[in-house]
């Protein structure tokens, strides 16, 4: 069964979702991306590091998976059925299609570094502090500053670092998320300080920075959402960059997702000595979720209960 699902897992996704009725969008489709829609569906498609096709969906963030998701989800099936509708596909003839896919280079540092130089650094955004909350205070912060820019189309920019230096970054904006077309997912992390004695982990930047809003004084890490093989190294490498007698704190989404993440970084803080505790809201998606339901009058005080569990 086991390389069954493999296999499915490096099914082209895209070409499937084509033999559904969905039709390419040229407008969004990259060279390291490809989006395509049918109705009111939208979804990107990419192929990830380990030769897994994957797609998020951009009305919700927690519709997002591999190609068995993706049949689970728009046709009804649950997981074994799901598998049986793609070995009949398997079986069938099919025409390669959005073949600009599997061509596309896996990074280009030089393009990334040039992109993110003609972005300017922060100074305000809109989407940031009035949709998100992010109070400008706190954007502006010797913690966060130089850590956002903002490109040519107003998105907040989050670049993301490896071993070897800038390797990409995230773009948010109003109904709109994506990473840089030539650019590989590393990190996103904070500003540091000798004095830090807390490292959270979160799955956005957005989330470290609204935990920050409402428990101040951390040093931050953001994965993107989505683990690649490389990040689970990166993160090791955050935790020993850390003094004696930190604290790893995950404060990824409560979803099944989620929860994979905090037992990677569990792992992680592990291998680094360090203590290890995943802290997540209880009836919310995630801690950007907590700062706007905060109550009248107390902006900073959740008005949700918290959880915390290992």
């Known amino acids: 069964m086991d390389e069954e699902l493999e296999r499915f ?11 559904l009725g969905y039709e390419l969008d040229t407008r969004e489709t990259s060279r390291r991306e490809t989006v395509v829609r049918k109705d009111g569906d939208k979804i990107s498609v990419r192929l990830d590091a380990d030769g897994h096709y994957v797609f998020y969906s ?10 068995l998701d993706f049949v689970m989800r728009r046709q009804g099936k649950n997981f074994g059925e799901a598998r049986k509708v793609l070995r009949a596909w398997t079986g069938t003839a099919r025409v390669a299609v959005f073949q600009h896919l599997e061509e596309a280079p896996r990074g280009n540092r030089d393009a990334v570094a040039a992109e993110c130089k003609a972005m300017k650094e922060l100074r305000w955004h809109e989407y940031l502090e009035q949709e998100r909350k992010l109070p400008r205070s706190v954007l502006l912060s010797a913690r966060f500053r130089g850590r956002i820019r903002v490109d ?6 989050f670049p993301h670092e490896d071993e070897g230096g800038l390797c990409g970054f995230e773009k948010r904006n109003r109904n709109f998320k994506g990473f840089g077309d030539l650019g590989e997912k590393g990190l996103w992390t904070s500003n540091a300080f000798p004095e830090d004695r807390r490292l959270v982990i979160g799955e956005s930047a957005i989330d470290c920075i ?3 809003v409402l428990f101040p004084g951390g040093r931050y890490a953001s994965i993107a959402g989505g683990l690649n093989p490389k990040q689970p190294e990166l993160i090791l490498r955050a ?21 994979r993440y905090a037992e990677v970084i569990q792992a992680m803080a592990g291998e680094a000595s360090l203590p290890f505790r995943a802290h997540r809201p209880d009836g919310v998606k995630d801690w950007n979720d907590v700062l706007n339901t905060s109550e009248p009058g107390l902006p900073f005080f959740p008005a949700v ?3 915390a569990g290992r």
């Open 9 to 19: 897992k490096r099914l082209k996704l895209h070409e499937y979702a084509a033999s």
């Open 58 to 67: 951009f009305r919700d963030e927690h519709d997002h998976g591999t190609i």
């Open 152 to 157: 040519a189309r107003a998105n907040a920019i």
């Open 210 to 212: 609204s935990y920050e």
């Open 239 to 259: 935790c020993q960059a850390m003094a004696v007698g930190s604290e790893v704190v995950s404060v990824t989404h409560g979803d099944a997702e989620g929860k």
């Open 305 to 307: 209960r918290f959880k």
